[in-house]
């Protein structure tokens, strides 16, 4: 299975989609629906760590390098809308492109977004929505995403926890008090 098989069957827009993606994308896979230059570099580098992992991957290497390349679709602008881009980026592929179930399942839940709906009172949506993905498959596209840093390159869990922290402060706020670092890191447990 190649990463666009991994898609499903193709979709064909119509001509306002491809408006509105020709507006806000450049030609190329790793902007596929993106319009933000740091989410397109930090899926590039994390679909890169996860094709280094395919030889111990086996029959999973090509959905996990899939999932890397999609797993922040969501923060597409056109695409965002509860807030929570792993949902809004699985529901884009389940309902627009007819992804297979799995991938949709590993974008929902990647890197514990569980957690992160949870905060913004989205857990029983996600939860209804998409089942969690086997903790196999789904641990080894969160360590891809937690050891990638916003510009592509290779970085410690340390580093990424402490700029997820930053991140989670300030677009949520004390909402039960500051989060540290190890609190965050809990949330990866």
Same mark, same amino acid.
């Given at each position: 299975?190649?990463?666009?098989d991994?898609?499903?069957?193709?979709?064909r827009?119509?001509?306002a989609t491809?408006s509105?993606?020709r507006a806000?994308?450049?030609s190329?896979?790793?902007?596929?629906c993106?319009?933000?230059?740091?989410?397109?570099i930090t899926?590039k580098?994390?679909a890169?760590?996860?094709?280094?992992l395919a /030889?111990?991957?086996?029959a999973?290497?090509d959905?996990?390098?899939a999932a890397?390349?999609?797993? %922040?679709?969501g923060? =597409? !602008?056109d695409?965002?809308?509860?807030?929570l881009?792993?949902?809004?980026?699985a529901?884009?592929?389940?309902?627009a492109?007819h992804?297979?179930a799995?991938?949709c399942?590993l974008?929902a839940?990647?890197?514990?977004?569980i957690a992160?709906?949870?905060?913004r009172g989205?857990?029983?949506?996600?939860?209804?929505e998409f089942d969690?993905? /086997?903790d196999?498959?789904?641990?080894?596209l969160?360590?891809c995403?937690?050891?990638?840093?916003? %510009?592509?390159?290779? =970085? !410690?869990?340390e580093?990424?926890l402490?700029?997820i922290?930053g991140?989670m402060?300030?677009?949520?706020?004390?909402r039960?008090g500051?989060?540290?670092?190890f609190e965050?890191f809990?949330?990866?447990?």
């Amino acid at each position: 299975m190649t990463p666009r098989d991994a898609l499903g069957p193709p979709h064909r827009p119509n001509s306002a989609t491809i408006s509105a993606r020709r507006a806000s994308c450049k030609s190329g896979p790793s902007s596929w629906c993106s319009s933000v230059m740091p989410v397109k570099i930090t899926r590039k580098g994390v679909a890169a760590r996860a094709r280094g992992l395919a /030889p111990v991957l086996g029959a999973d290497a090509d959905l996990i390098e899939a999932a890397a390349w999609l797993h %922040d679709t969501g923060y =597409a !602008p056109d695409l965002a809308s509860t807030g929570l881009h792993q949902l809004d980026g699985a529901r884009y592929l389940r309902d627009a492109q007819h992804a297979d179930a799995m991938l949709c399942r590993l974008v929902a839940h990647h890197s514990r977004a569980i957690a992160e709906a949870g905060e913004r009172g989205l857990a029983h949506v996600l939860s209804s929505e998409f089942d969690p993905a /086997p903790d196999a498959l789904a641990s080894v596209l969160t360590c891809c995403d937690m050891t990638t840093s916003p %510009d592509g390159e290779p =970085a !410690p869990v340390e580093q990424r926890l402490a700029e997820i922290h930053g991140s989670m402060w300030l677009e949520l706020g004390p909402r039960n008090g500051p989060h540290g670092p190890f609190e965050v890191f809990e949330l990866f447990l």
